[in-house]
C-alpha cells in the first residue's frame, strides 16, 4: 500500500510540475510579446536625373519597405507643410462660375438670370425671410451666357476679386459668413430662358500665390426658394453637379425662383492632401509622376509603421528641378 501512495503522489507531482512549466512557458511568451516593438521606419528617395523637363517622368528610387507611404509632390495644393492649414487671410479672394442659356429672348425676357450676394441673411431658406434690400446685385461684374444652339457650351464668369465689388454695392468682411444667390424670373407670355451652371467656385490666393479652394459648385450647398409661391418649376442640383432651371414655354406660369448657397466661410480653406501609395500588404521600389510646370519643387514622403505594438515615421524630402 506504500508503494501504491508514492506512486500516487509520484503522479501528482509530475503533473503539478507540468502545470508549472505550462505556466511559466505562457508567462515567458507573453512578456515576449510584451518587449515587442514596432521596427523603425528605413527609407531613402533618390531621382534618376537632377533635373527634368516639363511633361518627363519622374523616377523616385525607393528604398526602404515601410507599411504606409504618402506622396506629397510638392505642387500647388500637395505641399507637405501646408497639410494642417485650414485657415488663410488674403486681400484677393475670387469667384467665378461659368453658365449655359438656351430658349427665349433677352427683349422678351431681360434679366432673367441674376448673381447676388449677401452678409444679412438669416439663414432661413422660405421667402418670408428673403428680403430684397439685404441683397446686392453683383451681376454687371461678370459675364453671363449668350443663347447657345447646344448643351454643352458654357461661357466663363470671368475671375473677380469678391473683395473689390465695393462699387457694386458689396462690402465684404471675411469674418462674417457670405451668402450667394442666383436669382430666376421668368413671365407668362413668352418662352422662359433655361439656365444651367455647371461652375462656381470661389478661391483664396495665399501670399505665395497659391491657389486655395473656399468652395466649389458642390460644397456650396444649394437650397431654394420660391419667392414667388405660384412658381411652377424650380431649380435642381443633381449627381451630374450642375445647378439647373428649366425655364418653361410661353404658357407657364410666372416664376421667380432663388438658389442660395449655404453661409460660406471665406477664410476657410482645404489643407494640401497628399496621396497614398502604398499600404503593408505591397512593396513599392519605385514612384512615378509627371510636373506640368516649370520650377523648383520639394517632392516629400511621408513613410511609417504602426501595429498594435508601436509606430514610428520618418519624412523624407528630395527637391525635384523641372525646366521648360
Keep these: 500500500m506504500q508503494f501504491n501512495k508514492i506512486q500516487v503522489g509520484d503522479y501528482k507531482f509530475d503533473i503539478l510540475m507540468k502545470r508549472i512549466i505550462y505556466i511559466l512557458l505562457m508567462c515567458y511568451t507573453f512578456v515576449a510579446c510584451d518587449k515587442r516593438e514596432n521596427l523603425p521606419v528605413s527609407l531613402s528617395i533618390d531621382t534618376e536625373k537632377p533635373s527634368y523637363k516639363v511633361g518627363d517622368t519622374v523616377r523616385f528610387k525607393i528604398n526602404g519597405n515601410p507599411d504606409q507611404l504618402v506622396f506629397w509632390s510638392g505642387e500647388e495644393n500637395h505641399r507637405y507643410q501646408y497639410r494642417d492649414r485650414t485657415r488663410a487671410q488674403s486681400d484677393v479672394i475670387q469667384l467665378s462660375f461659368a453658365t449655359n442659356r438656351r430658349y427665349g429672348s433677352d427683349v422678351q425676357q431681360p434679366g432673367s438670370l441674376r448673381l447676388l450676394a449677401?452678409?444679412?441673411?438669416?439663414?432661413?431658406?422660405?421667402?418670408?425671410?428673403?428680403?430684397?434690400?439685404?441683397?446686392?446685385?453683383?451681376?454687371?461684374?461678370?459675364?453671363?451666357?449668350?443663347?447657345?444652339?447646344?448643351?454643352?457650351?458654357?461661357?466663363?464668369?470671368?475671375?473677380?476679386?469678391?473683395?473689390?465689388?465695393?462699387?457694386?454695392?458689396?462690402?465684404?468682411?471675411?469674418?462674417?459668413?457670405?451668402?450667394?444667390?442666383?436669382?430666376?424670373?421668368g413671365t407668362t407670355g413668352s418662352t422662359q430662358p433655361r439656365w444651367w451652371i455647371n461652375a462656381f467656385n470661389i478661391n483664396t490666393i495665399a501670399g505665395d500665390g497659391q491657389v486655395l479652394t473656399v468652395s466649389g459648385i458642390k460644397?456650396?450647398?444649394?437650397?431654394?426658394?420660391?419667392?414667388?409661391?405660384?412658381?411652377?418649376?424650380?431649380?435642381?442640383?443633381?449627381?451630374?453637379?450642375?445647378?439647373?432651371?428649366?425655364?418653361?414655354?410661353?404658357?407657364?406660369?410666372?416664376?421667380?425662383?432663388?438658389?442660395?448657397?449655404?453661409?460660406?466661410?471665406?477664410?476657410?480653406?482645404?489643407?494640401?492632401?497628399?496621396?497614398?501609395?502604398?499600404?503593408?500588404?505591397?512593396?513599392?521600389?519605385?514612384?512615378?509622376?509627371?510636373?506640368?510646370?516649370p520650377g523648383t519643387y520639394t517632392a516629400t514622403f511621408v513613410a511609417s509603421n504602426a501595429n498594435i505594438y508601436g509606430e514610428d515615421s520618418t519624412v523624407k524630402e528630395i527637391t525635384v528641378n523641372v525646366t521648360e
Excluded: C
Design 118 to 185: 449677401t452678409q444679412h441673411f438669416n439663414g432661413v431658406y422660405d421667402p418670408a425671410s428673403i428680403t430684397p434690400s439685404d441683397w446686392v446685385d453683383i451681376t454687371e461684374a461678370f459675364n453671363l451666357s449668350p443663347l447657345q444652339s447646344n448643351d454643352v457650351t458654357y461661357a466663363p464668369s470671368g475671375t473677380v476679386n469678391i473683395l473689390s465689388l465695393q462699387q457694386a454695392g458689396l462690402t465684404v468682411d471675411v469674418q462674417k459668413p457670405i451668402y450667394f444667390a442666383f436669382k430666376y424670373t
Design 219 to 293: 460644397e456650396a450647398g444649394w437650397k431654394f426658394v420660391k419667392v414667388l409661391p405660384t412658381s411652377p418649376i424650380t431649380w435642381i442640383f443633381g449627381t451630374d453637379n450642375i445647378l439647373k432651371y428649366a425655364g418653361g414655354a410661353a404658357a407657364v406660369g410666372s416664376n421667380q425662383v432663388w438658389a442660395i448657397t449655404v453661409g460660406l466661410d471665406l477664410t476657410a480653406v482645404n489643407p494640401d492632401r497628399g496621396v497614398a501609395l502604398k499600404n503593408m500588404a505591397t512593396r513599392m521600389d519605385s514612384h512615378t509622376h509627371i510636373y506640368s510646370q
